[in-house]
């Protein structure tokens, strides 16, 4: 079946960088692309970007440019997320997504369990 | 960015009672809507995806509806199970971006 597998919580301080993980089972990794959502604690949810694991290829959120880096190892079929310059804002949890398709139609059908980034300063 | 808004944000129903959440798009964003499932902890859970297309094993008491800007998830009778957030999410166009939430509540 298909799994995505997180990596486990981390506590940062004000101004460092967090790298999530995110390993896939189930499927063949570079089929499907990518994305990243966050969540702060009792609020929506909020896209940060995506990854082809095929290709590498990526697109962030203009809210996070400069600061999100997406990446992949094929062989371990793992993909990661890091997010530099860290604020207290960015305490949330962050999901890794799988998108399909039907047609033109893009939806997010498997989620990792999620991983707590915590901030502090 | 397109802005989607939900109402309400809160709701309170009963067992067997029949809901409807709605969500509107500040843009028309044809069919490119999904809806999501999501639990205390957990991780969202596709229900509907194409506005009306209903997930592999989700029950068919859930049912979405509309088009362009506005779209409405429905549950026909509600199970102790379904008292949980709900989410829409646009997929027309990057960046990809989602309702503040529904919390569906026992009354």
């Known amino acids: 079946q298909v799994q995505l597998v997180q990596s486990g919580a981390e506590v940062k301080k004000s101004g460092a960088s967090v790298k999530v993980s995110c390993k896939v089972s189930?499927?063949?990794?570079?089929?499907?692309?990518l994305n990243w959502v966050r969540q702060a604690t009792g609020q929506g949810l909020e896209w940060l970007g995506w990854?082809?694991?095929?290709?590498?290829?990526?697109g962030y959120a203009q809210k996070f440019q400069g600061r999100v880096t997406m990446t992949r190892n094929t062989s371990i079929s793992t993909a990661y997320m890091e997010l530099s310059g860290l604020r207290s804002e960015d305490t949330a949890v962050y999901y890794c997504?799988?998108?399909?398709?039907?047609?033109?139609?893009?939806?997010?059908?498997?989620w990792g369990q999620g991983t707590l980034v915590t901030v502090s300063s | 960015d397109i802005h989607m808004t939900q109402s309400p944000s809160s709701l309170s129903a009963s067992v067997g009672d029949r809901v409807t959440i709605t969500c509107r798009a500040s843009?028309?964003?044809?069919?490119?809507l999904n809806w999501y499932q999501q639990r205390p902890g957990k991780a969202p859970k596709l229900l509907i995806y194409?506005?009306?297309s209903l997930q592999s094993g989700v029950p068919s008491r859930f049912s979405g509806s509309g088009s362009g800007t506005d779209f409405t998830l429905t549950i026909s009778s509600l199970q102790p199970e379904d008292f949980a957030a709900y989410f829409c999410?646009?997929?027309?166009?990057?960046?990809?971006?989602f309702g503040q939430g529904t919390k569906l509540e026992i009354k």
């Open positions: 194409s506005a009306s």
């Open positions: 990854m082809s694991p095929n290709s590498g290829n990526t």
């Open positions: 189930g499927y063949t990794f570079t089929r499907y692309d």
């Open positions: 843009q028309s964003i044809s069919r490119f």
């Open positions: 999410q646009q997929s027309h166009s990057t960046p990809y971006t």
């Open positions: 997504a799988r998108i399909s398709s039907s047609g033109w139609y893009y939806y997010f059908d498997y």
